[in-house]
């Protein structure tokens, strides 16, 4: 029976990602199908969004097989506060101690 980790890295996977400004502490939410190049992308300046609050460090992330369901994870996150709240709130070490 083959390894399961073998059928994993066979698998795009779509992210939606909390990163934390250590310049002010806020939080900024975004999808990416690449989870490390997107961080660096953040902390190189390459986003215009969140270039002047750099470095950043990731606090949270979600994985999805669909592009379809992470995008709309993302825009509730973004758009719905009470979703927004209900994840802050689970996290809530893991963004204060970050």
Known sequence: MPHLLAFVHNVAMHYVYLLKSKKNGRLYTGYTDDLRQRVSDHNSGKSSYTKNNRPYVLVYYEAYASKDDAQK??????????????????????????
């Open 73 to 98: 994870r993302e825009r509730s996150l973004k758009l719905r506060s009470n979703a927004s709240l209900q994840l802050r709130r689970r996290i809530k070490s893991s963004i204060n101690e970050s």
